[in-house]
């Protein structure tokens, strides 16, 4: 190894530092540092990539979690909107819910889509047919009861989702609590 000595310019700012001592890189035994830290940073990006293949690439089996909210949604509106038909004194109060209750279902149907393109059949399937109640009185506590259980359902999977999710699904039992005090 080959030190060289060598003085610094003496202007007025550098008079006063002490003289640099450069070494000869082509002297020095071994690697050289950047040489170091570049294999070092290889072998971690060879790492993480070998740990997401092995780790969480494979697409999740089975429903959504957001299906149960999606089916819930899609059956309020339906009986919402067949209890509306039904009963015209109901007829100025269900419109509404029926309308949130479909968006509802539409930005529970998009989030699916989005994350599970492989269920969007599941998604893309028509709801079943809502039976038509017995009368407005039980029209509305069947809905009230229906609001009810989606808001505990919705609220059960934000608790245990991905956060993300989580604010779209405590909208909606928000959204499924206000309606129910509103049908009171």
């Given at each position: 190894?080959?030190?060289?000595?060598?003085?610094?310019?003496?202007?007025?700012?550098?008079?006063?530092?002490?003289?640099?001592?450069?070494?000869?890189e082509e002297a020095r035994p071994g690697p050289s540092r950047r040489?170091?830290?570049?294999?070092?940073?290889?072998?971690?990006?060879?790492?993480?990539?070998?740990g997401l293949s092995a780790a969480g690439c494979a697409a999740p089996?089975?429903?959504?979690?957001?299906?149960?909210?999606?089916?819930?949604?899609?059956?309020?509106?339906?009986?919402?909107?067949?209890?509306?038909?039904?009963?015209?004194?109901?007829?100025?109060?269900?419109?509404?819910?029926?309308?949130?209750?479909?968006?509802?279902?539409?930005?529970?149907?998009?989030?699916?889509?989005?994350?599970?393109?492989?269920?969007?059949?599941?998604?893309?399937?028509?709801?079943?047919?809502?039976?038509?109640?017995?009368?407005?009185?039980?029209?509305?506590?069947?809905?009230?009861?229906?609001?009810?259980?989606?808001?505990?359902?919705?609220?059960?999977?934000?608790?245990?989702?991905?956060?993300?999710?989580?604010?779209?699904?405590?909208?909606?039992?928000?959204?499924?609590?206000?309606?129910?005090?509103?049908?009171?």
């Amino acid at each position: 190894m080959t030190l060289a000595v060598s003085s610094r310019p003496t202007g007025r700012r550098l008079a006063d530092w002490p003289p640099v001592v450069a070494v000869d890189e082509e002297a020095r035994p071994g690697p050289s540092r950047r040489t170091v830290l570049q294999g070092a940073g290889l072998l971690v990006a060879l790492t993480g990539v070998a740990g997401l293949s092995a780790a969480g690439c494979a697409a999740p089996e089975g429903p959504d979690e957001l299906e149960g909210p999606l089916a819930a949604a899609r059956a309020d509106a339906a009986a919402a909107g067949a209890a509306g038909a039904a009963f015209p004194e109901l007829a100025d109060r269900l419109p509404p819910l029926a309308d949130a209750r479909r968006a509802h279902a539409d930005a529970l149907a998009a989030e699916i889509r989005r994350a599970r393109p492989d269920r969007a059949p599941a998604v893309d399937a028509p709801p079943p047919a809502a039976p038509a109640p017995a009368s407005a009185a039980a029209a509305l506590a069947a809905l009230r009861g229906s609001l009810g259980t989606a808001r505990d359902g919705a609220g059960a999977v934000a608790l245990t989702t991905a956060s993300y999710r989580c604010g779209l699904l405590t909208s909606i039992a928000a959204s499924c609590a206000g309606l129910a005090v509103v049908l009171a």
